[in-house]
């Protein structure tokens, strides 16, 4: 069977690859006095709250199952647009919030309403490989520019400006960011979206981890900058309802009827249930369980990256959002024997029964260096991690 060659320039998901391998060793260690421990997928342990499951329940059983407006639920619409309004003091109306089929829907009715074959779009590396993906799936390339601790493993104006050529069309950014929970600095994407502006060119931003931001100084929507600004959010994470498929995207009043389009024939809508049921996230009840929740995940970050640095896996910016520690994992990794992330990846799954994510994923510039731990586990599993950490490596 002959394959596209677009499917053929998609790389595996690495993240799934090594998932596969750690649920098989977890089968062969249940039971025994060390369990396998995932610190490797970035999902949430906690799922949604009441009112959320509470709303699904009352949608089907009344029946609200038929398809709704390619946009989105109006009522819906509206919510997210008051979200904007009381958490970050942003007006963004309505009428240019369209929801999706998740954030991965939103990033590819993005990639395809904005990119033409050959276009560049300028990213970080490291930064979340589906999004190089969505790019490439757009007949567009990808664009990794390697970055450093002190940048904040994100880009800055001075780059862009550098790596921008004649087929540039853009910026895909990501804050915070998935592999390194770190966000970009306010006056530096302010500055970079100066850059991108003045060559007639798109900022695009994943801000799915915006609602999980710990420091004040970086909590803020870039939709501030300007209508010119297009967003992609979710209610994955902060929301905590991942498997219900539910994001959705802000973008210019010119962009909404040309995503309208692309929406009615690639996905008709998202989940009718799923958007009856994201109405009570923003309930103050919902809220403040989100609230909470955020606190523990933040504790659950000062627990973990200190105790991650002491051993030898240094942690260069402490993460300010999501729930990601972007480790270098060379010192511990020659301790034990191997060498690289991905072979240190396995090493800890055979020795410590722990799973985590080997860089390669996110990019090539120093990737083999570093290892992804996800901390949206509980504190116990947590602590039972850096305990069999020690153990292993002394």
Known sequence: MKFSTRAERIDPFYVMEVAKAAQQMAREVAGTREPMIFLNIGEPDFTAPPLVVEAAERTVRDGLTQYTNSLGLDALRERISGWYAT??????????????????????????????????????????????????????????????????????????????????????????????????????????????????????????????????????????????????????????????????????????PVVERLAQNLFICASTVSQHAALACFEAESIAEYERRRAEFKARRDFFIPALNQLGLSVPVMPDGAFYAWADCTQVAHKLGVEGSWDFAFELMR???????????????????????????????????AARLKALIG
């Open 87 to 256: 958490r970050f003091g942003v007006d963004v109306p309505a009428r240019r919030i369209v929801v999706t089929a998740g954030a991965s829907a939103a990033l590819q009715l993005a990639c395809l309403a904005l990119i033409d074959a050959g276009d560049e779009i300028l990213m970080p590396d490291p930064s979340y490989p589906c999004n190089r993906h969505f790019v490439s799936a757009a007949e567009g390339k990808a664009v990794l520019i390697p970055t450093t601790a002190e940048e904040r493993f994100q880009l800055s104006a001075a780059k862009v400006e550098a790596a921008w050529g004649p087929k540039t069309r853009g910026v895909l950014l990501a804050s915070p960011s998935n592999p390194t929970g770190t966000s970009i600095a306010p006056e530096e994407l302010r500055a970079i979206h100066e850059v991108v502006r003045a060559k007639g060119g798109l900022t695009v931003i994943d801000e799915i981890y915006l609602g999980l931001s710990y420091e004040e100084h970086f909590g803020h929507s870039a939709l501030a900058l300007g209508d010119d600004i297009i967003s992609i959010n979710s209610f994955s994470k902060y929301f905590n309802m991942t498997g219900w498929r539910l994001g959705w995207m802000v973008v210019p009043d010119a962009m909404v």
């Open 351 to 385: 020795r410590a029964h722990l799973a985590i994510t080997p860089g390669r994923d996110f990019g090539t510039d120093q990737t083999a260096r570093f290892v992804r731990f996800s901390t949206a586990n509980s504190m116990a599993q947590l602590q039972e991690a």
